[in-house]
């Protein structure tokens, strides 16, 4: 059964299907397997933790990708 969230992404809202992992929406909005800090509701997630954390209704993520460069 899949219901609609609403969540804010980077200080904006965003909807999704759920149920979702942190490893979906990365993969939605096209920065699976890219170097990312994931913020979730003002705590800080291991990459190995993405795939077994819910999103749930009213989240807050925030989302910060790295590069390198000099």
Known sequence: MTSQLTITLN???HFL???VSLVRLLE???LAGKPVVVE???T???PRDYAQTL???GARIELVTLAAGG
Request: proline content about 11%; charged content about 15%.
């Open 44 to 46: 800080a997630v291991f």
């Open 11 to 13: 200080g904006s809202p």
């Open 28 to 30: 939605s909005i096209g």
């Open 55 to 57: 999103v749930e209704n």
């Open 40 to 42: 979730f509701n003002e």
């Open 17 to 19: 299907e759920a149920p």
